[in-house]
Nanobody, 123 residues
Framework: QVQLVESGGGLVQAGGSLRLSCAAS??????MGWFRQAPGKEREFLGG????????VYADSVKGRFTISRDNAKNTMHLQMNSLKPEDTAVYYC??????????????????WGQGTQVTVSS
């Protein structure tokens, strides 16, 4: 089992930045990812990082604005979000795969999920 806990969400003005963290405990996980879900919308893949941290994948909607990093020594993953827009408002989730080194882009590819952290971007 892997337990994931997100932190760092909050209220920020448009154009601002936030850094989310995901602390993992339990057995080692493989690839990890960030998703978000806005009210009335499906859960959206934002990006993922390989086990080593050497490979990342991003959704077009956040490419160039969001950056994922991973520190296996501290069992943490981060999502640096810059140039935030009101449409980035959502609950943000981190996720981890139980097996497999490839970065999944579908929610179904991930086995473990955090409880989510709210990000609100005001205009």
């Amino acid at each position: 089992q892997v337990q994931l806990v997100e932190s760092g969400g909050g209220l920020v003005q448009a154009g601002g930045s936030l850094r989310l963290s995901c602390a993992a405990s339990g057995r080692s996980s493989y690839a990890m990812g960030w998703f978000r879900q806005a009210p009335g919308k499906e859960r959206e893949f934002l990006g993922g990082v390989s086990w080593s941290g050497g490979s990342t994948v991003y959704a077009d909607s956040v490419k160039g604005r969001f950056t994922i990093s991973r520190d296996n020594a501290k069992n943490t993953m981060h999502l640096q979000m810059n140039s935030l827009k009101p449409e980035d408002t959502a609950v943000y989730y981190c996720a981890a795969k139980a097996t497999g080194y490839s970065i999944g882009t579908r929610a179904g590819a991930y086995d473990y999920w955090g409880q989510g952290t709210q990000v609100t971007v005001s205009s």
